[in-house]
């Protein structure tokens, strides 16, 4: 049974009462997703790791981050006497009262009836609600940048620096991927773009948006394999070296909430929100996308995402800050804009032209195919071969350079003999 | 805004009471830019009074304008602002010694003018008769639509202008700036290539960790007692800062001493 009742006109008639029960809600289901998420990521960690994690506190361990969240208030509170007292005890709350306004916007399902009364499951909408979230996140930032300037030592200062440095330029890819999405969707509102999914994800049509807008989202969020701003290897712990107890465990809290918006985000934008995934959906189940059931596919998408998160950090290796900055400004962004340049062409050209889409894909596939076969032919008649390294037939030096070295590929590895050390002189010397 | 909410006669009560919250916020903000000492507070009351404007905005259905104006001001131009404050390290020692005289009476006295002036102006102003936010948006059919179709068709060449000059203004910046490299840059393999193949392939030894001194200027201790350069940074030796231990500092003297004769 879905309610007849449009998102806009079903929160307009939300009573004042309903929408703090919901602010209220939203709150709770943000920090207890906290909990659970800092002992996902270092169960799934411990994991990829070969590790057990942690397993004493609670079932599974379950319990471990509100342990930790108890240890980190009872910890002794020091502002560093160099500190910018105001400021120092300011940043924290910048960072953790903005990452929660994000998701005031961001649709967990359609209109339902509570206590007898028609909402939609989202806070507020209005027609700019996703440049909304990039607002609130804009302002995050502040928390980072003052965190590092008001603790008045040279590695959170420098930390700062470069968070907001990353923060910002990547928020320009991020913002760049939006716009595809607002071409599409024809509007900037969270719950239209969602309404606007119900046949096909914008994952699927604008690929490219969604991969760009998935990097930028781990880039603005500080984390593995983007976390320049807290390499522990250059920066000691980057902007929040200086800080301690509750206001340590603000920043942390931030990020994680952090990590939830961007994810919401993209969930939102291009995995079709709280529309039920795609076999589900209309054909086998009819009622998957009424009532409470969108808050289920909601949640299980965001998690995904989450999933996302801990298994990159399990997996890659911090990059170099210059390679980063690189990779933003050179590639993301110029990408950015190509495509967008050609998402709106297409547009055009089929609104106006009224030249059917099918056909445009066809030609643009044709002419893609043809630049392909083109290079290929060329890298032929070119005469361009892989280059090999000029020593790969020389025999193999182990000691070449003065440095014992493995066998390059394709050289053949000789036995050499060990000479027994005096700790352990009973071995054998070893013969070829 | 005075002069706007005074000529609409329909201000509701949530509205007024807003308003003069958030007003007092804005102007207080504003003030305590010019009172700040330093020019990082500065620019966070600056953000504080955007951010104030920007819910103003919102609440007179302007909401395209707010969002855009805390995105762009505060959370671009500002953080630009606080950017270069802290990476040429204004901070508390900034001076507060007037250079020009009587730069303060005059600065005063023309921001008053300039007040006074602004403030003639805005109120002998006639305005035309107010439609409201919402007939604006009905007749383009949305908020942004209306916004979209007022910047590309009637001021669409004010908006290429503004957007010119800000290009011009960015590759500007970028050629003042810009330096061209003196040496060829070394690649990271090349770098490691040569790491390994020094005398030094490993991490020179960390700085020393003794009673009294803890910190990069004490180089650590070899096992002769004599100090090991490599282990403090090049330009604290270079700057002559290192903190050698008492022995060490009389051995250096005494060696100085012998070279001069």
Known sequence: MRLELSVTDALAETP???????AV?????????????????????ARMQQRVGPNRVGPFGLLQGLADGIKLALKEDIIPTAADKAIFILAPIISATT???????IPFGPVVSVFGQETALQLTDFSVSVLYVLAVTSVGVYGLVLAGWSSGSTYPLLGGLR?????????????????AVFLYSGSMSTS?????QDRLWFAIILLPSFLIYVVSMVGETNRAPFDLPEAEGELVG??????SSLKFALFFLAEYINMFTVAALATTLFLGGWQAPWPLGGAIWAGANDGWWPVLWFVAKLWIFMFMFIWLRGTLPRMRYDQFMKFGWKVLIPLSLLWIAIVATVRAVSNEASIDRQDILIWGGVALAVLLVVSIVWDYVSGRELEQPDDIDKPFDPFGGGHPVPPLPGQQAVAVAVVASPSNA??????? | MIELLAATPQTSTGEAVAFWCLAPIAVGAAVMILLSRKAVHSALWMATTMIVLAVLFIMQGGIFLGVVQVVVYTGAVMMLFLFVLMLVGVDASDSFVETLRAQRVAGILLGAGFGVLLMAAVSRATFPEAVGVGAANDAAGGHVEAIAEAIFTRYVFTFEVVSIVLITAAVGAMALTHKERLTPRRPQPEQSVDRIRSAHPTPHPSP????????????????????????????LRRQGTVRYTELEAANRRADEDGERE
């Not at chain 1, 968070?163 to 716009?179: H, K, P, R």
């Not at chain 1, 009973?426 to 070829?432: H, K, R, Y």
């Open chain 1, 16 to 22: 004042w009462w309903l929408s703090a029960i919901k």
């Open chain 1, 25 to 45: 809600v939203i709150f709770g289901f943000l920090v207890v997703s906290t909990l659970v998420m800092i002992w996902a990521e270092r169960r799934v960690v």
């Open chain 1, 99 to 105: 990452c929660f306004l994000a998701f005031a916007v």
């Open chain 1, 163 to 179: 968070s907001s440095a990353q923060v910002i330029s990547y928020e320009i890819a991020m913002g760049l991927s939006f716009v």
């Open chain 1, 192 to 196: 239209e773009i969602v309404s606007s």
């Open chain 1, 238 to 243: 980057g902007f929040h070296t200086e800080y």
């Open chain 1, 426 to 432: 009973d071995s054998e010397v070893l013969d070829a």
């Open chain 2, 208 to 235: 020393g960790v003794y009673a009294q001194h803890n910190a990069v200027d004490t180089p650590a201790l070899l096992p002769d007692g004599t100090a090991s350069e490599a282990s403090v940074p090049d330009e």
